[in-house]
């Protein structure tokens, strides 16, 4: 558990209900990036490196030396097992009922003979420490546009499509790294190919580009969910079309502060974003750089944007509704959250 993120009991007191109670989905957390900086420190020691520094970084390219640093230290294959678990258990800690991470194995040749090799472990172990925990986990293949041809980026759908046929767990096709100068249009034929193979098409857009991005997220790579997406706003027709198609924004508050997409969480534009109809969830990102958890993100919108009981809950069942959980699984979580805001709270508003 990040212990240093979250208050006693959930919320600031006499703020609303419980928000560990309240039932959510975790849409948007790149797996390695959620590692514990506890973790992150006993890896460093026990191969007798100096812990490195994981915060003060500045612009997004300190953000990317901070991320090889940390994904340096993964070097077993016991390792991810450790991730995999402890994101479980964090998950359970933060009331997180489902969770969709992304994950992009082709950095690991010196653990794991094949990508194929990593994708059989962490889908076996989500598999089992989730029903163990009571945590569903599906996951998100992850297209690299910095590093991956069209090409590689096709063989990764066709893989990710594969899995999903198998009912093995992926559910999804992602695609991150530096939106600046890496537009999403050459990855045309690997949405695709995912798409038309039943994945979720979740790329990364609106967040270091701007509505160029978004547009052409939804019009080429047939977007479900945008990973951030907060830039919309910048173009009213863009957001109503957003709005009516309802696409999810997967927002990360405290991620695009620490990397300079808005100056201030008081100046966030998730209030603003939900006051126009936009369907949004609220997620954590990369918790081992920027700190927050899912639950403790929850407290920041309530704390910091004076996000209301109702609106919190809201982005809870956009969470559930907008990613591939199971339908019993859907179904409890969307329950848990109709009771939990019918249940009342000091202070709360719904």
Not at 135 to 143: E, L, S
Not at 221 to 241: K, N
Not at 242 to 252: F, M, N, S, T
């Amino acid at each position: 558990m990040h212990a240093e993120n979250r208050t006693e009991n959930g919320g600031t007191p006499g703020s609303g209900r419980d928000l560990r109670q309240l039932p959510k989905g975790h849409l948007h957390l790149h797996f390695e990036l959620g590692m514990r900086p506890g973790t992150f420190a006993e890896l460093a020691e026990a191969q007798g490196v100096p812990i490195p520094p994981i915060r003060g970084f500045s612009g997004f390219g300190g953000f990317v030396a901070r991320v090889e640093t940390a994904l340096a230290l993964l070097r077993t294959p016991a390792d991810f097992d450790r991730l995999v678990d402890e994101m479980i258990d964090d998950a359970v800690a933060d009331g997180v009922t489902y969770v969709e991470p992304s994950f992009w194995p082709y950095r690991y040749p010196g653990v794991f003979d094949a990508p194929e090799q990593a994708w059989e472990r962490v889908l076996a172990r989500s598999a089992a420490t989730g029903a163990a925990r009571g945590v569903t986990v599906r996951w998100m293949a992850a297209v690299d546009r910095v590093r991956d041809s069209p090409e590689q980026a096709a063989a990764i759908a066709r893989l990710a499509v594969r899995h999903a046929a198998a009912n093995a767990g992926v559910v999804g096709l992602g695609l991150h790294n530096d939106e600046d100068g890496h537009p999403p249009e050459p990855f045309a034929e690997a949405f695709a190919i995912a798409v038309d193979g039943g994945l979720l098409s979740t790329p990364h857009a609106g967040e270091l580009d701007g509505p160029a991005s978004v547009r052409g997220a939804l019009d080429v790579l047939r977007a479900h969910r945008l990973q951030h997406g907060i830039r919309v706003r910048e173009d009213p027709a863009l957001l109503e079309r957003v709005v009516a198609e309802g696409i999810c924004l997967d927002v990360c508050p405290t991620s695009n502060v620490s990397l300079s997409v808005v100056p201030g969480l008081a100046e966030h534009p998730l209030p603003e974003l939900l006051a126009a109809g936009v369907r949004c969830s609220i997620n954590a990102d990369d918790p081992l750089l920027f700190g927050p958890g899912c639950l403790a993100e929850y407290e920041l919108c309530r704390t910091s944007l004076g996000l209301t009981d109702a609106q919190l809950a809201a982005c809870a069942r956009t969470s559930i509704e907008a990613g591939a959980a199971p339908e019993p699984v859907r179904a409890a979580a969307l329950a848990g959250i109709d009771a939990w805001l019918a249940g009342g709270g000091t202070g709360a508003e719904g």
